[in-house]
């Protein structure tokens, strides 16, 4: 799996567990998504911080924070935005499921590259819940459904523990996720589809909600 996620992989970001075209692709369309957006953007797990690359640059007026549970992704993120004398950069230790932020403060919630990884969908959906707490009733929510309906993703996850036996992986079919938001009366504003052009049957779906 080693091999096959570096041939996968943009040379710049090989040797780095997030760093496979799929997740590129995500966090590229990500990046088009809220470019040209003022205010909090806020990276629910977001590891060593790969989401910032590039878009940190641009001139716009997000300010951005990243959240994760994991304290030495965190560090490599902060370490490799100060070393570049990037601002307007903050990284927090925090679990998706108690995120630290009061109701209605953040204009962009973002998840992606991370549902997946969840040992329950409980947690998912409590992720779910605290993105919609936080965020603001003309903000926008981001996040990635790993398509269980997709064949490649549905048999490569059932038998995991053949090839990799120390990860977790679960899939989902489009509703039961986006059900948690449309139940608190968001609306799904864009699905896009990664992988294949159908999104019903893409491996991966990119869903974009919010109010209005």
């Known amino acids: 799996m080693d091999l096959v996620r570096q041939s996968l992989s943009k040379p710049d970001e090989r040797g780095n567990v997030t760093s496979d075209l799929f997740r590129f692709k995500i966090r590229a369309k990500v990046r088009q998504l809220v470019n040209n957006y003022n ?3 806020l990276d629910v797990g977001c590891g060593d911080g790969l989401l910032y690359e590039n878009l940190s640059t641009k001139q716009n007026m997000l300010r951005y924070v990243g959240v994760d549970a994991d304290h030495e992704s965190l560090k490599t993120a902060d370490d490799s935005f100060k070393n570049r004398k990037l601002s307007g950069l903050n ?5 998706a499921q108690n995120l630290p932020f ?36 003309d903000g926008f929510i981001i996040f990635d459904v790993r ?19 120390d990860v977790t992986l679960n899939a ?3 509703k039961e996720l986006t059900t948690v938001l449309t139940s608190k009366g968001l609306v799904i504003k864009e699905t896009i589809p990664i992988g294949f052009p159908i999104a019903m049957f893409a491996p991966i779906i990119l869903v974009k909600v919010g109010y209005r």
Do not use: Q, W
């Open 102 to 137: 009061k109701d209605k403060s953040i204009d962009i919630a973002i998840c992606i590259n991370t549902f997946y990884n969840f040992h329950a969908k409980s947690d998912v959906v409590e992720t779910l819940e605290e993105m919609e707490r936080v965020c603001k009733r």
């Open 147 to 165: 398509n269980k309906i997709n064949p490649f993703v549905y048999l490569s996850f059932k038998f995991v523990r053949i090839y990799d036996t």
């Open 91 to 95: 990284f927090l230790k925090a679990y």
């Open 39 to 41: 205010g909090f953007l």
């Open 172 to 174: 989902y079919s489009l």
